[in-house]
């Protein structure tokens, strides 16, 4: 080939050389790329890449390619190099310029040797070394500087035994090489920091999105875990989509730029919880605000059962009673004071009924004491509470007690007149404590809810780069439904994407089996894939994905990694609802 000819069509491979390390996102690949390339354009049998470390002032071997001895050291090879680095100054500070990478490094100076053996001014004690254990002969070398966008050396790369195109014996390179081995060790080095650049900005970035839900962490520990383990059941769901070869979503495939996309989604799905009240969020009973309420309600049957044991004693010192709260309405009987014999009060002792007395005062106790614990136990919430149950809530809030009606001063200035007759229950705590299913109320509910409202809007509102303009979409849609009665948006099946509805599976499945949740236990695999089943045939969750989910086994992976011994319980298959059997 004519020189001219020759060196246009290096040209242009240089000049594809620079558009593919633009396109390279992997750093081990894109070192990879650049090695190679170089060997290429200069026809060299070997070559070395040496990467900058400024903390360290050394040299350190990234890659290393030998054709002749079929040598291929770091980047893709899995091969690591076991090498020393290369040290640029010695113990006293003083420039290593004795090596021809160092010097290169330090100098900034391109070095182009004809034969190491004949060269002088350098040390190439440790090349002749290798040589003679391999029996391989070192001889032109090009040792070329990567200098980026800023003018600093950013690493080293040298080349080794050009080759003569024709007879293929070892050359000297040429100055045709040199130059493009420079203009290629530019490139090189800057699209090396581009991409060094891009990675620790998305570090950055994912960082604070880490800083986020550290923020919901230290707010909620409930939270917090299920912001870290829906990423990766969402990741581990699409995967396995992204691998099935059968049913509807066969050809769902995702690139690498997809993946990303999905995890920042994922890591970001609840981050608008970060304005949820810390007090809804971690509500683990039903009348906890910043405090369990249900201490106050302790107090309250204290004082019911101080004036029952006062109005005994009033009774047996046959004293005028003084103005009492009407008799507590009893448990399957009615409670009343024995026949008035001739006039109970101001009569003696010996006229009045006192084991009566006594039993009257015992059955209250215990009405008082069974009334307390049914509370407590209504208090602690469920899965489901009963019309009766709800219905007894009412019937002891109806009690009535002595309350000081705030009047200013200490507890033994007031006089019975300022104490004013109350409700037991306020309607407040009634609510409350007849919530039907867990521990929230429909307000609290939707405080709760609103926390996806706010995802949406903040995610919105970021300037997304291209391959991260899906993101407020995949996170913001997964408490919708397949029938389209889910929220905030009330969107269908058909107008969701596959990410988002994969999410959706994602965030029910932690939900049912997490075991760090205030208010209920972590579900079993048996109990968890139950309601799930049960929310594929009601057009809750995605059937398509739910079958991918049991047929994948995700929910095995998933549970080996997150759940408790406890709930790893042996699954039936044929006995939970929606799966398919031939899926």
């Known amino acids: 080939m004519h020189s001219t000819d020759n060196l246009l069509h290096r040209?242009?491979?240089?000049?594809?050389?620079?558009?593919?390390?633009?396109?390279?996102?992997?750093?081990?690949?894109?070192?990879?790329?650049?090695?190679?390339?170089?060997?290429?354009?200069?026809?060299a049998d070997a070559g070395t890449l040496y990467l900058h470390d400024p903390e360290q002032r050394v040299l350190r071997f990234e890659i290393m390619r030998t054709d002749s001895l079929n040598i291929a050291m770091g980047g893709t090879s899995g091969v690591p190099i076991s090498f020393y680095p290369i040290r640029l100054y010695d113990d006293e500070g003083?420039?290593?310029?004795?090596?021809?990478?160092?010097?290169?490094?330090?100098?900034?100076?391109?070095?182009?040797?004809?034969?190491?053996?004949?060269?002088?001014g350098f040390d190439f004690s440790g090349t002749k070394k290798f040589d003679a254990k391999t029996g391989y002969r070192s001889q032109s070398f090009l040792t070329v500087p990567m200098r980026n966008h800023e003018n600093e050396v950013i690493g080293v790369l040298q080349l080794i035994n050009a080759k003569?195109?024709?007879?293929?014996?070892?050359?000297?390179?040429?100055?045709?090489?040199?130059?493009?081995?420079?203009?290629?060790?530019?490139?090189?080095?800057?699209?090396?920091?581009?991409?060094?650049?891009?990675?620790?900005?998305?570090?950055?970035?994912?960082?604070?999105?880490?800083?986020?839900?550290?923020?919901?962490?230290?707010?909620?520990?409930?939270?917090?875990?299920?912001?870290?383990r829906v990423p990766v059941l969402t990741m581990m769901l699409a995967e396995a989509v992204n691998r099935t070869t059968q049913g509807p979503l066969k050809d769902f495939v995702m690139t690498d730029k997809d993946r990303y996309e999905l995890k920042i989604a994922g890591l970001l799905h609840d981050c608008g919880k970060i304005t949820t009240p810390v007090h809804v969020v971690d509500k683990a009973t039903k009348l906890q605000t910043i405090f369990d309420r249900i201490h106050l309600v302790d107090t309250r049957f204290e004082v019911l059962k101080r004036d029952a044991e006062i109005a005994m004693l009033r009774k047996l010192s046959h004293s005028p009673l003084p103005q009492t709260p009407p008799a507590l309405p009893l448990s399957g009987e009615e409670v009343s004071f024995p026949p008035d014999k001739g006039g109970l009060r101001g009569v003696g002792l010996g006229d009045v009924d006192?084991?009566?007395?006594?039993?009257?005062?015992?059955?209250?106790?215990?009405?008082?004491?069974?009334?307390?614990?049914?509370?407590?136990?209504c208090n602690v919430g469920g899965e489901a509470?009963?019309?009766e149950a709800q219905q007894r809530v009412h019937q002891i809030a109806a009690y009535q007690w002595r309350?000081?009606?705030?009047?200013?001063?200490?507890?033994?200035?007031?006089?019975?007149a300022d104490c004013l007759l109350k409700p037991f229950l306020s309607d407040a705590e009634v609510e409350n404590l007849t919530i039907r299913s867990g521990t929230l109320t429909a307000a609290e509910r939707e405080i709760i809810n609103h926390h996806i409202v706010i995802t949406i809007k903040m995610l919105e509102s970021l300037p997304w780069p291209?391959?991260?303009?899906?993101?407020?979409?995949?996170?913001?849609?997964?408490?919708?439904?397949?029938?389209?009665?889910?929220?905030?948006?009330g969107l269908t099946r058909e107008q969701m994407s596959v990410q988002a509805r994969v999410m959706g599976i994602a965030d029910i499945f932690e939900a049912l089996t997490a075991k760090d949740r205030p208010y209920k236990k972590g579900k079993t695999l048996t109990e968890s894939l139950t309601i799930l089943?049960?929310?594929?045939?009601?057009?809750?969750?995605?059937?398509?994905?739910?079958?991918?989910?049991?047929?994948?086994?995700?929910?095995?992976?998933?549970?080996?990694?997150?759940?408790?011994?406890?709930?790893?319980?042996?699954?039936?298959?044929?006995?939970?609802?929606?799966?398919?059997?031939?899926s």
């Open 354 to 377: 006192e084991t009566a007395i006594r039993a009257e005062y015992a059955a209250r106790i215990r009405q008082l004491d069974d009334d307390r614990e049914f509370l407590r136990h």
């Open 466 to 489: 291209r391959h991260l303009k899906n993101v407020a979409e995949y996170a913001g849609g997964h408490h919708e439904r397949m029938d389209g009665k889910g929220y905030p948006r």
């Open 403 to 416: 309350d000081a009606g705030g009047k200013a001063g200490n507890f033994a200035s007031i006089r019975p």
């Open 385 to 387: 509470m009963s019309d």
């Open 94 to 120: 003083n420039p290593n310029h004795a090596m021809v990478v160092s010097h290169a490094a330090l100098s900034g100076e391109t070095i182009n040797i004809s034969d190491a053996y004949e060269a002088h």
């Open 164 to 228: 003569d195109q024709e007879s293929g014996a070892v050359v000297p390179f040429s100055s045709d090489d040199q130059q493009l081995s420079e203009s290629l060790a530019s490139q090189a080095a800057i699209a090396l920091t581009n991409r060094h650049l891009i990675n620790q900005l998305e570090d950055l970035f994912e960082a604070f999105i880490q800083l986020i839900n550290t923020a919901i962490d230290d707010k909620s520990p409930y939270t917090g875990g299920h912001c870290a």
């Open 533 to 582: 089943g049960k929310f594929k045939l009601g057009g809750h969750v995605d059937p398509d994905l739910f079958d991918v989910f049991i047929r994948e086994k995700v929910y095995l992976d998933y549970a080996r990694k997150f759940l408790a011994p406890e709930q790893l319980d042996e699954v039936d298959l044929s006995k939970i609802p929606g799966v398919n059997p031939d």
């Open 11 to 43: 040209l242009k491979e240089l000049n594809e050389i620079g558009i593919a390390l633009s396109q390279q996102r992997d750093i081990n690949s894109l070192l990879e790329t650049i090695l190679v390339a170089a060997k290429r354009i200069t026809r």
